[in-house]
């Protein structure tokens, strides 16, 4: 899936270094003019201010006291916890997480406007502090009922179950609004997958169990997935059928076995009962 790399803007950024990780950048970021020299940032891992010289950071993580994200915490579960930033009141911190995410993110332009969105933080924590493992960006509010702008999972913390975490997360906050939601289009590739992914397995999981007919609009209520994504979802799974004008589900026990054989097993799971939030108004 890296084969992106070659048809894109000339990459500034080729390494970052962020906790105790250096990672490798993926795609062209525009961060201000003053940084078109240098080949590697500096990030302070817990505000995100990013700087060219390692001997500055040290000096920054001194006076630094920022230990997790900045915002409330509204989630917590064993070692993961999950902050929200407003991109209003931390606004410097929502630019710098856009350029971080920039890095990663082929095909998204960059919102400079961090005021309209929510930022859900994904950390490990240990006695050092909360390390950000990947985020996603709400609208405030979105007139198209999406429920996910951005979404990224850092590389050294890819294919680990966060994504799908990252995901379910963005549908338990739909759940708690009364709305169905879906992401922002275009999807990367990766993001498709993972959104399959994830929309595979809720749905099966819940034809395995759900005795009699069901309807879309019925499991759109359930699972805050917006009907055209279970209808396209189910549609790949070949378990929708056309009849009179309709579209219906037929969930053959022996055709849901089968997916639900090939569907990955997703480690991470959303505890909603550890979710502290209201939404926003
Ligand atoms: N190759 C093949 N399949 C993959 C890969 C890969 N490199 N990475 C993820 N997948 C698929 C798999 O099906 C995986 O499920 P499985 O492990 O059960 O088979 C599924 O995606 C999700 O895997 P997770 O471990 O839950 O996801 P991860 O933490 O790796 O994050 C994400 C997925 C966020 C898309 C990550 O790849 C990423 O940050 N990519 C760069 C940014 C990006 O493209 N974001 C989406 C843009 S679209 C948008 O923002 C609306
Ligand atoms: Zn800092």
Known sequence: ??????FTKVKNIATIELGRYEIETWYFSPFPPEYNDCSKLFFCEFCLNFMKRKEQLQRHMRKCDLKHPPGDEIYRSGTLSMFEVDGKKNKVYGQNL????KLFLDHKTLYYDVDLFLFYVL????????HMVGYFSKE????ESYNLACILTLPPYQRKGYGKFLIAFSYELSKKEGKVGTPERPLSD?????YRGYWTRVLLDILKKHKGNISIKELSDMTAIKAEDILSTLQGLE???????????CADPKVLDRHLKAA?????DVDVSKL???PYK
């Open 98 to 101: 856009c350029y971080l995410a």
């Open 123 to 130: 950390c490990e924590c240990d006695d050092r502090g909360c």
């Open 264 to 268: 990955g097993r997703g480690g991470l």
């Open 140 to 143: 405030k509010h979105s007139e």
């Open 1 to 6: 899936l890296r084969e992106h790399e070659e």
């Open 239 to 249: 378990l929708i059928q056309y009849r009179k004008g309709q579209h219906v589900i």
């Open 276 to 278: 502290i939030w209201t």
């Open 190 to 194: 990766l993001g498709m997958l993972s």
